[in-house]
Each structure stands twice: as structure tokens, then as C-alpha cells.
């Protein structure tokens, strides 16, 4: 139901010609949602449209938000060619940074401070932010973070989070995007 209404939606805003399809940003929360999307609006393209769905900003928040950072990476203080670290890559280099803190392993694992370090930029936290941790974890995770930055690298939880303090630090990029999005759509917001 209300996946279909945003699809029919931003299909008969492009198929009216009110914008060109670069100008329409529709955001969802996972790839499968993200995809059909997609799909759904490429099917109710008219046969005569002058517009392709690849052409949309059409994707979850992470993806849109990679794109952006791509995008203005050097401005977000990133390498262009910046990794993106799994959880695996996560692992290890926790792994490494609890070694080079000598602190036993039975008590720090890595799994865990993946879920911890998480949690904590998914609530939106950034570096230089309040955030209320013991001593020994506030190391942890500015050694992690001081790693990642290291390698040139960004997690999961920090591709939203480089592209809210990259706007934050160039109103000039804020700007070109609002000016850009002429109709921003969230399909599944009230879930």
C-alpha cells in the first residue's frame, strides 16, 4: 500500500515532466525495499519518458548518503577511493587496538564492541560529542576511530555520520542538495 502510493507518486511527477528525475529523492531503509522501489517506478514509466530510473536518487539512507560522501569526499575530509570496513575488518581491528592496550581478550571481544561502537554512532554521536562511556572505552573507541581514519576507511555507522558533519562544515554542499531535491520521499518512515 503505501509503497505503492510513493511509486505512483514520484512516477507521475517525472511522467508530468514537474522535474528531472535527479531532482527527486526517495529513501527507504533497506535494500530489498530500496530495490522494489526502484522496480515499481520503472514500471510505471511512460513509454515516451525522458527519464530513466537510474537517473533517480532512489535508495536506503546509507546508499544515498555513500553516494554523497563519494561525491564530496576530499570536502568530508576522506580519501576519494575511502574503504568501507565490514564487520570482519571491524573485528580485526579491534582485535588489534584491545592487543596494543593489553587488554585480555576474555574480557574485550571484539563482536561485542562492534554491537557497542554501533549503537553509538546509530544514535547519531559523533566524534567530540558528550558521550557518556568509562575511560577505558572512550580509549577504545578513539583508537578504533583513529585507526579507521588511518586506513582511509569509514564503518557502517559512519557513512551517515560523515555526511551530517559534512554539511555541517560546508553550507555551500548543504545547500546544492536542498536546492537540488525538489521532493524528498521516505517510504516506511512511521515503521
Sequence with gaps: GKTRVLTTRV??????????????LALTFTNRAANE?????????????????SDLWCGTFHSICLRI???????????RDFLIY????????????FADMSLDAKDYNPSDWVERISAIKDKGLRHGDD????????????????ELA??????????ILHVLNLFDKNPDI?????RQFKYIMVDEFQD
Design 86 to 97: 565490514g564487520e570482519d575488518d571491524q573485528k580485526a581491528t579491534l582485535k588489534n587496538i
Design 150 to 159: 588511518r586506513m582511509g576507511a569509514v564503518d557502517f555507522g559512519d557513512i
Design 11 to 24: 512516477a507521475y511527477i517525472l511522467n508530468s515532466g514537474l522535474v528531472m528525475p535527479w531532482q527527486v
Design 37 to 53: 522501489m526502484k522496480t515499481r517506478i520503472a514500471e510505471f514509466a511512460d513509454d515516451a519518458a525522458t527519464w530513466r530510473p
Design 131 to 146: 558521550i557518556t562511556v568509562s575511560d577505558v572505552a572512550k580509549k577504545i573507541l578513539d583508537a578504533y576511530n583513529a
Design 174 to 178: 548543504l545547500a546544492r542538495y536542498s
Design 69 to 79: 560522501l563519494r561525491a564530496n569526499a576530499a570536502a568530508a575530509g576522506l580519501r
